[in-house]
């Protein structure tokens, strides 16, 4: 059974302090890892896809890599706009009804606050 | 209008209650998924459409049922609900190929009185 375990539950952090968030994950047969940010009261918004072990995605000031057992969200000199849980997911081949899709397995989320 | 839409945002019903949730995507894509999310748990995959036939049914009670007329629509029908399946609902879909991200709706929020 795929399993996505993330770290830390909860995650309070000083504008401009710089940190990190871990997703350990176990899949067969892993096809993407994917990482969202999700708002109070929102559906989860798509940040990044990673694919294979030492990829590495940025967008602003987050920056997402991959091994063969974890990927981490690196958020350098955050903002309270960054304020959000923070959800990872892992994608495998499954197959199901005569049919093949992509299955996507999510962690519990991290919840991470930047205060001013 | 783009990306994934949901209707309502915001249901409260009764246990005796008939109700559907709808989903629309303006993305192009040929899969579509019912998630739930519960407080303080994971997202939970409830089921999934390819090509519009349902292929995943993950353990769901007969008081939901989904519905997929065609690859831009999906319903989800609420009958005799209990207050445990209060939650935020959540309506994605994906152009179906492993490796493809997942597009989200903003959710309903339903409450089960």
């Known amino acids: 059974e795929d399993q996505v375990t993330q770290s830390p539950e909860a995650l309070r952090l000083q504008e401009g302090e710089s940190s990190s968030l871990n997703c350990s994950y176990t899949v067969s047969g892993l096809r993407g890892l994917f990482w969202y940010r999700q708002d109070p009261g929102k559906g989860p918004e798509f940040l990044f896809t990673?694919?294979?072990a030492g990829e590495e995605k940025e967008k602003e000031r987050l920056k997402a890599t991959l091994t063969k057992k974890e990927s981490f969200l690196h958020i350098t000199a955050p903002k309270p706009e960054d304020s959000a849980t923070y959800l990872c997911?892992?994608?495998?081949?499954?197959?199901?009804?005569?049919?093949?899709?992509?299955?996507?397995?999510f962690g519990q989320g991290t919840i991470l606050t930047v205060h001013p | 209008e783009t990306g994934v839409t949901q209707t309502p945002r915001h249901l409260v019903m009764g246990m005796t209650n008939k109700k559907s949730l709808k989903c629309e995507q303006h993305?192009?894509?040929?899969?579509m998924y019912w998630y739930k999310q519960s407080a303080k748990k994971p997202l939970e995959l409830m089921f999934v459409?390819?090509?519009?036939?349902?292929?995943e049914n993950n353990s769901v009670p007969s008081r939901f049922s989904p519905e997929c007329p065609n690859s831009s629509h999906l319903f989800l029908h609420l009958h005799t609900l209990q207050p445990e399946d209060s939650a935020l609902y959540l309506c994605a879909s994906s152009q179906e190929g492993v490796g493809t991200e997942a597009f989200f709706g903003q959710g309903t929020r339903l409450t089960v009185v």
């Open positions: 997911a892992v994608q495998a081949l499954r197959y199901a009804g005569g049919t093949s899709y992509g299955k996507l397995t």
């Open positions: 990673l694919y294979s």
């Open positions: 459409y390819s090509l519009e036939e349902r292929v």
């Open positions: 993305l192009g894509h040929n899969a």
